[in-house]
């Protein structure tokens, strides 16, 4: 059981970290978790490395949800024809009734750090500021 709500909360964060339009495609290829490291936009840009992730075992399902949170195969997320198709903000946003879902601060910060926290398969996250917080202010790789 609390294999499962580690998977639950994994599969949150890293929906949220990966949901913001950080997958790329090509012209006419199937969506796919981006080579590169990834650069979350915001007031203080975090990175985000799907390999990382992936490496670890985790399934596209344990992070990326539709809009009634049920876990996205990687057949799925391939079949999608735009990545905007998984932004979190399509959902986490001001007209969302619960106030810590509302923002990407809020959702990445009780996702990902309690995840990194528990940790998964014996590995733990960062869960300092620096973990995964730029110290410079970089362009991000993506649309946040």
């Known amino acids: 059981m609390q294999k499962k709500m580690m998977l639950v909360r994994i599969a949150l964060a890293a929906t949220l970290v990966l949901g913001l339009g950080g997958l790329s495609t090509a ?45 996205l195969t990687a057949k799925a997320i391939a079949a999608m024809t735009d990545s905007s198709q998984l932004a979190c903000v399509s959902c986490h946003n001001k007209s969302r009734p619960e106030m810590e879902l509302q923002t990407k601060r809020e959702v990445f910060h009780a996702r990902c750090r309690s995840c990194h926290q528990k940790g998964y398969q014996g590995k733990k996250g960062p869960t300092n500021c620096s973990g995964c917080h730029l110290k410079h202010k970089s362009p991000p790789l993506e649309g946040c």
Request: proline share 9%; charged share 25%.
């Open 27 to 71: 012209a006419t290829g199937p969506l796919k978790a981006p080579a590169e490291q990834l650069i979350i936009a915001g007031k203080k840009p975090a990175r985000f490395d799907h390999s990382v992730h992936l490496k670890l075992g985790l399934k596209c399902g344990t992070c990326h949800h539709d809009k009634d949170h049920k876990p």
